[in-house]
């Protein structure tokens, strides 16, 4: 999980920095596996943008593969991790701190956006904001990719709520089409097997 839960009034226990004060399970120091596979065949097309990018190793794949690509979140500390890597790696990936449930305030538009573990830290409320938001930034025909919790796992992760296929499907019932609900995992540090997911492929519409 990239995405740093983050609300006024504390939907997590931490500022978003204090999640990165030591790597947290989500920072794997690359890609997920999920994404990869999408960017492997193409799938990542235009203007990129992802939600909740942490430590920027999204943004930095796309950026790698010669796409205008970037990064928000709130946490700066992880920012500035992924701005020393894209220096590092000579990327021109840009990253910017900006609230995801904020996005019409980017004032842009993007051809696809990604989310790894953004979403399933919303309550109700955060994520009808959010899914507003993604409809100003993603204009008709661009596409949206999500890793969520799923579910099906077992595990407890503090505020990550586990979503389950049904809510997916009713948060993107308007402006949307649904191309895809695949069971996957997110990779973390702490646990080899990983974490139970979904694979959202959605287009808007």
């Given at each position: ?6 609300r ?34 193409g ?18 794949m ?58 399933h ?6 994520r ?34 586990k ?43």
């Amino acid at each position: 999980m990239t995405g740093s839960p983050h609300r006024p009034g504390g939907l997590a226990p931490h500022e978003p920095d204090d999640l990165y004060a030591v790597p947290p399970p989500w920072d794997i120091g690359r890609p997920q596996p999920a994404f990869l596979a999408l960017a492997k065949v193409g799938a990542l097309r235009g203007r990129v943008l992802d939600i909740g990018c942490g430590t920027g190793e999204h943004a930095l794949m796309a950026a790698g593969l010669g796409l205008h690509a970037t990064g928000v979140d709130l946490a700066s500390r992880a920012l500035r991790t992924a701005e020393t890597k894209a220096h590092d790696r000579s990327s021109k990936a840009r990253f910017l701190r900006h609230d995801a449930r904020q996005l019409a305030g980017l004032g842009e538009q993007f051809d696809t956006v990604l989310d790894c573990g953004l979403f399933h830290v919303f309550d109700d409320d955060d994520r009808n904001a959010y899914i507003d938001g993604l409809r100003s930034v993603i204009p008709p025909g661009g596409h949206f990719f999500m890793l969520c919790c799923s579910d099906r796992e077992q595990s407890s992760w503090g505020r990550v709520h586990k979503v389950t296929r049904e809510e997916i499907e009713a948060a993107f019932a308007d402006g949307w089409q649904i191309e895809s609900i695949e069971a996957t995992t997110i990779e973390v540090t702490t646990d080899p097997d990983g974490l139970r997911s979904w694979l959202t492929a959605a287009t808007r519409i």
